[in-house]
C-alpha cells in the first residue's frame, strides 16, 4: 500500500495469532519486526513475519544418550518459546527451537560426538561434544543423513524448484566439501517471467547460464559480479517499466532484464525511475 503521511507517521501490520504485529514509526526512525529500504523518493517496508509464541511451561519429550562414557540427558520444553536443554556430567546448554518438534532424534556420531534431531515439516539439527556440551554445527534443513558423512539437503521452491546439497567433511571442526543443486520447472517459462527465475538462480548460486543468449554466456560470471549478493528479487513494480525488476539486499537497485524467445539478452543497472 502507498500512503501519503506527515512527520510522526506511524503503522501497524497484524497478521492474526500465528505472528507478531509489525511496526514503523517514521519519526524518530524506529521499526519493530519490519525492514526499512530508503528509495531515495520514499521507503520500501516489508514486514517480517515473526512468530508469536506465548506458550505456557511444559515438558514435551526427555531423552537421555550416553556418549564417550557421558550420560546425556535432552529435554525438550515449551516456556514462551520452545527449547532443548541439554545437561551433563557438569555443563549444560540451551538450544532455542524455530518450531514445536513432532519427533526427537539423539543418535550417537562416534568419539564424543553426538547428533540431535528435531523434526517437523523441517529438520532442525545440531551436532554436540558431549565434553563440555558445545554446538560444533546446527542448521534447519529438510533432511539430514550421517551415515558414512554428513549431508544435508534444502529445497528452495520459488519460480522452479531447487534442492540443495551439502557435503561436509570433519578435522576438529565441520567445514563444507561441495555443493550441488538439482533444479526443476514443472512448465515452460513464459519470457514475462523468465527474469524472475534467472534472478533466483543468481541468487541462489545455481549455473543459470542456460538462461543466457550465446553473447552473454561467454561474460555469465560477470553477471554474478554485477548483480552481487541479494536477498529476494521483485517483478516490474511501476506502470510503464516493464522490464525493470528490483533486487533486494541493505540496499535496492533496479535492474533491467531484456528478454526474447526464452533467452535473456542483456542485464543492465537502472537508474530509480521516478
Avoid at 514435551?60 to 535432552?74: G, M, N, T, Y
Avoid at 543443486?181 to 514443472?186: A, I, L, P, R, T
Amino acid at each position: 500500500m502507498a500512503f501519503d503521511f506527515k512527520p510522526n507517521f506511524y503503522a501497524q501490520l497484524d497478521f492474526g495469532d500465528c505472528f507478531l504485529p509489525s511496526s514503523v514509526y517514521f519519526n524518530p526512525n524506529f521499526s519493530k519486526n519490519m525492514s526499512i529500504i530508503d528509495l531515495y523518493a520514499g521507503f520500501l517496508v516489508f514486514p517480517k513475519l515473526v512468530k508469536a509464541y506465548n506458550l505456557p511451561y511444559k515438558i514435551l519429550d526427555r531423552r537421555s544418550i550416553v556418549c564417550s562414557q557421558i550420560e546425556i540427558f535432552v529435554t525438550l520444553y515449551q516456556k514462551g518459546g520452545v527449547y532443548l536443554r541439554l545437561d551433563g556430567f557438569s555443563q549444560s546448554n540451551l538450544i532455542e527451537l524455530p518450531f514445536i518438534p513432532k519427533t526427537l532424534e539423539l543418535t550417537n556420531l562416534g568419539g564424543n560426538l553426538f547428533i540431535i534431531k528435531a523434526t517437523n515439516k523441517l529438520c532442525f539439527f545440531a551436532i554436540v561434544s558431549a565434553l563440555d556440551l558445545s554446538i560444533l554445527l546446527s542448521d534447519l534443513c529438510d533432511n539430514v543423513l550421517h551415515d558414512n558423512k554428513l549431508t544435508t539437503t534444502k529445497i528452495y521452491k520459488g519460480i522452479a524448484t531447487h534442492v540443495k546439497t551439502t557435503n561436509y567433511g570433519f578435522d576438529g571442526k565441520f567445514f563444507v566439501t561441495d555443493t550441488s543443486f538439482n533444479s526443476s520447472c514443472d512448465t515452460p517459462l513464459l519470457d514475462a517471467v523468465l527474469p524472475l527465475a534467472f534472478l533466483e538462480e543468481v541468487r541462489l548460486g545455481v549455473d543459470y547460464r542456460h538462461y543466457l543468449s550465446d553473447t552473454l554466456k561467454n561474460d555469465s560470471h560477470l553477471l554474478r559480479e554485477f548483480l552481487g549478493n541479494f536477498s529476494f528479487a521483485l517483478p516490474p513494480i511501476l506502470q510503464g517499466h516493464a522490464d525493470n525488476f528490483l533486487i533486494v539486499s541493505d540496499s535496492v537497485k533496479f535492474v533491467k532484464i531484456q528478454v526474447e524467445n526464452g533467452l535473456v539478452l542483456d542485464v543492465s543497472a537502472e537508474p530509480f525511475p521516478f
